[in-house]
């Protein structure tokens, strides 16, 4: 079974815009959750990580929110450029065994 | 620095052929993992290691062996290759369970 579950597929986004991607996780042994942006013919790369005791936490244009309670957690993407056209993936870590469980992705599309 | 280097890109099986997907990183790092990507599914784990001689399954493990005999190498062996075996494999490595993972460029394989 998928123990992070990520929504939408696929998001068109309008240069500008905010993008937004959120995710949701059934295990309460994750203690890290970052998000990797993958480019066509690439491997993913690390974009922006959170730990459970913050609830929000930014770098530049990109933003991660993190509900514990509710076990979800979120990426906006502010003011979108075409630039950022890419797969994102949501991924959640074991604090047993260090694994990495990745949701779906989303693929982004940002039109100029 | 070469980072995290898989070979080869591009493989073409016929089915119930064998052979190794190779994985190596220079980082000096202790955790590896091997993933698939496959439409829809993101990325799912196969196999994982903590550390030479330190095998784990992941979430995918069947039809996939692994060993670690030395830090730098993660070798993915596919014994029987399948149709169901067509995919893109990542291999990732990871400083520590805590520390962001860097993937290799990716090995596309397919099987007929």
């Known amino acids: 079974q998928q123990q992070v579950k990520q929504s939408p597929q696929s998001l068109i986004v309008q240069k500008g815009g905010i993008s937004i991607i959120n995710c949701a996780y059934e295990?309460?042994?994750?203690?890290?959750f970052p998000w990797y942006q993958q480019f066509p013919g690439k491997g993913p790369a690390l974009l922006i990580a959170?730990?459970?005791?913050?609830s929000e936490k930014k770098e530049g244009r990109f933003t991660i929110s993190f509900n514990k309670s509710a076990k979800q957690f979120s990426l906006h993407i502010m003011d979108s450029q075409p630039g950022d056209s890419a797969t994102y993936f949501c991924?959640?870590?074991?604090?047993?065994?260090?694994?990495?469980?990745f949701g779906q992705g989303t693929t982004l599309q940002v039109k100029p | 620095n070469a980072g995290v280097t898989q070979t080869p890109k591009f493989q073409v099986l016929k089915t119930g052929q064998s052979m190794t997907l190779q994985c190596a990183q220079d980082?000096?790092?202790?955790?590896m993992s091997w993933y698939r990507q496959d439409p829809g599914m993101g990325l799912r784990l196969i196999h994982y290691?903590?550390?030479?001689?330190?095998?784990d399954q992941g979430e995918v493990p069947n039809g996939y062996n692994v060993s670690r005999s030395t830090t730098e190498d993660f070798p993915l062996r596919l014994l029987s290759a399948a149709p169901s075996q067509t995919s893109v494999y990542f291999c990732?490595?990871?400083?520590?369970?805590?520390?962001?993972?860097?993937f290799g460029q990716g090995t596309r394989l397919t099987v007929v």
């Open positions: 990732a490595s990871q400083g520590a369970k805590d520390t962001e993972a860097f």
């Open positions: 290691s903590v550390g030479a001689g330190i095998t």
């Open positions: 991924a959640a870590r074991s604090s047993n065994t260090g694994k990495l469980i």
């Open positions: 980082m000096n790092h202790e955790y």
């Open positions: 295990n309460t042994a994750f203690d890290y």
């Open positions: 959170i730990r459970p005791d913050v």
